[in-house]
């Protein structure tokens, strides 16, 4: 079992990756990919061992509950889930209140919500370490897996090109922030839907600092030319169902396909967040064919989210 240096990550918060340093993040990926062979060759790694992660869902997940419920259990840990249904926060007790409250009883809180606003009162108020399963602003344990994925399959990330076709939402948002791995991160967006200028803004400001660049962009396929990496989101996330049909309009052409595919490079990978509606954002034929690392993406959930959870708590 590897030895942990969480010195400079006991009791953190994570919550975005704006807020770790680039070595940082390379750390946690190093110890993500540590424990995904210590878990594949039948090492145990009880890290936890003992401790209780608070999970608060107030949007509904697949591989958010089940990459954080199951990857407590392998660290010997116990998670608890609580629907908004299930605890007072959906009865109108506050989020400071449950923030004092289940701090004083859990180890570490895990929220998936709407506002990150809720997040950031959550963590101030919180005497336990909160990570940010999920905001409508960031997605950052997302991002840091799919950062695992680029580099297990690449070898690097510095001075790769990552193109991410589709929403300017909270996935590329968080992506925006890979840039300070010295990545180019395009995001190619429709008018009406580009990343908010403020994120845009910081993330540049952090990306200077490690060598990477930041392009937003409209042309899909300017935007895949040359890429190392194709990402996207769906057109519609969860709480936009009664736009459904406008997006369908506005997202015509913001596609991963076949066309896509001859523009990047030829050895270039092709990620998805999940859930993912095919033939809409992404053709089934990309999805299933050979350049997709969608569901080892969605394994890396699990990998990358114990080794969070094992340095901060």
Known sequence: MKTLAKERFQGKDF?????????????????????????RAGIPH???QGKTLGM??????????????VGMFQLGGHALFLS????????????????????RMVDGIMIRTY???????????????????????HHPCQVLGDLMTIQEHKGRLAGLKLTYIGDGNNMAHSLLYAAKMGMQVVIASPSGYKPKAEVV???????????????????PLAAAAEADVLYTDVWASMGQ????????????????NRETLKIARRDCIVLHCLPAHREEEITAEVMDGPHSLVFEEAENRLHIEKAIMALIM
Request: negative net charge; aromatic residues 6%.
């Open 15 to 39: 919550l975005s990756l704006q807020d770790f340093t680039q070595d940082e993040l390379l750390y946690l990926i190093e110890v993500g990919r540590t424990l995904k062979e210590e878990r």
């Open 46 to 48: 009880p890290h936890l």
């Open 56 to 69: 608060i869902f107030t949007k509904s997940s697949t591989r958010t509950r089940v990459s954080f419920e």
């Open 84 to 103: 908004n249904r299930d605890i007072q926060l959906g009865r109108g007790e506050t989020v400071a209140d449950t923030a004092r409250t289940l701090s």
């Open 115 to 137: 506002s990150h606003e809720e997040v950031l009162e959550l963590a101030a108020y919180s005497s336990a370490p909160v990570i940010n399963g999920l905001t409508d602003l």
């Open 201 to 219: 803004a910081s993330a540049r400001t952090d990306a200077a600092a490690y060598g990477g660049a930041i392009t937003i962009m409209d042309d």
């Open 241 to 256: 169902e009664e736009e459904t049909e406008k997006r369908r309009r506005d997202f015509a052409g913001y596609q991963i």
